[in-house]
């Protein structure tokens, strides 16, 4: 089993920045990836970013290219998302995942072994 704490979520402004942090424990050996999935109320939960934790290739979904930035720290088994130049529709909850059955990096919810709780972020307009 894995365990996966989200941290960081919060209210901030339009145009505004937050850090997500995740923290990873238990049986994290055979982590192939890592990612960030949010759902906002009455939507499915969505793709947000993946990256590798063997080799650091990521992935992004559209709406967040240029503005988002996964990032892990394999000593503290710890991924991070940096969210800059956040908007009202980046509202939601954000989960984050782990991966254990493949290597790929991917955005299929279903290919995701552990979830963690999840982190509100609400940006206000």
């Known amino acids: 089993q894995v365990q996966l704490v989200e941290s960081g979520g919060g209210l901030v402004q339009t145009g505004g920045s937050l850090r997500l942090s995740c923290a990873a424990s238990g049986r994290t050996s055979s982590t192939n990836v890592m990612g960030w999935f949010r759902q906002a109320p009455g939507k499915e939960r969505e793709f947000v970013a993946a990256?590798?934790?063997?080799?650091?290739?990521?992935d992004y979904a559209d709406s967040v290219k240029g503005r988002f930035t996964i990032s892990r720290d394999n000593a503290k088994m710890t991924v991070y998302l940096q969210m800059n130049s956040l908007k009202p529709e980046d509202t939601a909850v954000y989960y984050c995942?782990?991966?254990?059955?493949?290597?790929?990096?991917?955005?299929?919810?279903?290919?995701?072994?552990?979830w963690g709780q999840g982190t509100q972020v609400t940006v206000s307009s």
């Open positions: 995942a782990v991966k254990e059955r493949s290597p790929g990096v991917s955005g299929w919810r279903g290919g995701y072994d552990y």
């Open positions: 990256i590798g934790w063997s080799i650091a290739i990521t």
